[in-house]
T-cell receptor, first 113, second 116 residues
Framework: DVKVTQSSRYLVKRTGEKVFLECVQDMDHENMFWYRQDPGLGLRLIYF???????EKGDIPEGYSVSREKKERFSLILESASTNQTSMYLC????????????FGSGTQLSVL | AQSVAQPEDQVNVAEGNPLTVKCTYS??????LFWYVQYPNRGLQFLLKYITGDNLVKGSYGFEAEFNKSQTSFHLKKPSALVSDSALYFC??????????????FGKGTHLIIQP
């Protein structure tokens, strides 16, 4: 089975800190994604990547950046964390192809105090 | 732009009864459609997808979904609900004309509660 691993299950940070969320997939997938999940809002796409060193903005990229130096790893960076970035962050990967499903990690619950 | 609507925040069903979780979509072209389930404190798990062909799609855990192009709907169904089906369900869509690299567009989710 495909495994998507997010490095932290729970994370507590202070306002203004730089935060790194790490995600690793083990199935050689081309595409990787970062979503945030908020109650009543569903999942919203922050950034995605279709190849190493390639990145594209999703629907809500403000306040975030990403890095993909290796195919299996996709990092989400909060340059200066703010309280409105308190959320559940979900990483996903998929093979290339529009009919392919996404495989999700277990999520990181980030609290910014 | 593509979008998904899940009109019910919560659906309550008695155990053993049939269940339906509603989903409608909007895309400029033809859609690929997906259902995912999320159990508490877990990531999303894939249930089923519609690609082409038969409008009735069967998936994991006895779930199925019916694609209706004229009504732009993709409702999730199960003939007999189990208490263990209680979870948060997400419908998602992607336009076929895209390459897939831009992810899926998700609905806001529906809480399904199965009462013993």
């Amino acid at each position: 089975d495909v495994k998507v691993t997010q490095s932290s299950r729970y994370l507590v940070k202070r306002t203004g800190e730089k935060v790194f969320l790490e995600c690793v997939q083990d199935m050689d997938h081309e595409n990787m994604f970062w979503y945030r999940q908020d109650p009543g809002l569903g999942l919203r796409l922050i950034y995605f990547s279709y190849d190493v060193k390639m990145k594209e903005k999703g629907d809500i990229p403000e306040g975030y950046s990403v890095s993909r130096e290796k195919k299996e790893r996709f990092s989400l960076i909060l340059e200066s964390a703010s309280t409105n970035q308190t959320s559940m962050y979900l990483c996903a990967s998929s093979p290339s192809g529009a009919n392919e499903k996404l495989f999700f990690g277990s999520g990181t619950q980030l609290s910014v105090l | 732009a593509q979008s998904v609507a899940q009109p019910e925040d919560q659906v309550n069903v008695a155990e053993g009864n049939p269940l339906t979780v509603k989903c409608t979509y909007s895309v400029s072209g033809n859609p690929y459609l997906f259902w995912y389930v999320q159990y508490p404190n877990r990531g999303l798990q894939f249930l089923l997808k519609y690609i082409t062909g038969d409008n009735l799609v069967k998936g994991s855990y006895g779930f199925e979904a019916e694609f209706n192009k004229s009504q732009t709907s993709f409702h999730l169904k199960k003939p007999s609900a189990l208490v263990s089906d209680s979870a948060l369900y997400f419908c998602a869509v992607r336009d076929r004309t895209g390459g897939g690299a831009d992810g899926l567009t998700f609905g806001k989710g529906t809480h399904l509660i199965i009462q013993p």
